[in-house]
Antibody, heavy 118, light 112 residues
Framework: EVQLVQSGADVKKPGESLRISCKGS????????IAWVRQMPGKGLEWVGI????????RYSPSFQGQVTISADKSINTAYLQWSSLKASDTAMYYC???????????WGQGALVTVSS | QSALTQPASVSGSPGQSITISCTGT?????????VAWYQHHPGKAPKLMIY???NRPSGVSSRFSGSKSGNTASLTISGLQAEDEADYYC????????????FGGGTKLTVL
């Protein structure tokens, strides 16, 4: 069974760093791109970026380029989304998801709520 | 990259059919057959309902169907049921960014 299990909720202060994780199981981790999607409170879904765990080829949405870093460790089947200096506006639910083919993104993590507040 | 355009809300009574539109440009919806639709209940992970414009993943009800004409994709739900009430998002490949993907703004479906 394909599963994506994300790290738990985090509460941070502005300026702090954070790395959230997404562990894949039940499939060949290096065979599929992993996407990160943000949902701010009361807002819609937004693409953050996507990574190929096989070679760490990474693409970012223009809104997130330079604001976050996406990485993957294929030895432990885990993808990451990290911030070096959080802002209050980073408060959101973040989902990871597996791209099966083109527009087919059928497997999603349970989401990780990031709260940034002083 | 602007989000694809969806109506903010649609509504229908049980048993009726509704259609949600997703309008883009020739650089995204109109140029490629890579449009997907997601159902999202608050607090849960999004669920893929349609991919590659009109394909339904296994396990998704045949009441859900997708189509495309020009720069506009559509999701139709027939025989509306109470559990269909959710937010729906379209997603398309786009040649406008290096990322290659863009969501619609989302549509809130209310079952009256």
């Amino acid at each position: 069974e394909v599963q994506l299990v994300q790290s738990g909720a985090d509460v941070k202060k502005p300026g702090e760093s954070l790395r959230i994780s997404c562990k894949g199981s039940g499939y060949r981790f290096t065979g599929y791109w992993i996407a990160w999607v943000r949902q701010m409170p009361g807002k819609g879904l937004e693409w953050v970026g996507i990574i190929n765990p096989a070679d760490s080829d990474t693409r970012y949405s223009p809104s997130f380029q330079g604001q976050v870093t996406i990485s993957a460790d294929k030895s432990i089947n885990t993808a990451y989304l990290q911030w070096s200096s959080l802002k209050a506006s980073d408060t959101a639910m973040y989902y990871c998801a597996r791209q099966t083919s083109a527009s087919n993104i059928a497997y999603w993590g349970q989401g990780a709520l990031v709260t940034v507040s002083s | 990259q602007s989000a694809l355009t969806q109506p903010a809300s649609v509504s229908g009574s049980p048993g009726q059919s509704i259609t949600i539109s997703c309008t883009g440009t020739s650089s995204d919806v109109g140029g490629y057959n890579f449009v997907a639709w997601y159902q999202h209940h608050p607090g849960k992970a999004p669920k893929l309902m349609i991919y590659d414009v009109a394909n339904r993943p296994s396990g998704v009800s045949s009441r859900f169907s997708g189509s495309k004409s020009g720069n506009t994709a559509s999701l139709t739900i027939s025989g509306l049921q109470a559990e269909d009430e959710a937010d729906y998002y379209c997603n398309s490949y786009t040649s406008s960014t290096t990322l290659g993907w863009v969501f619609g703004g989302g549509t809130k479906l209310t079952v009256l």
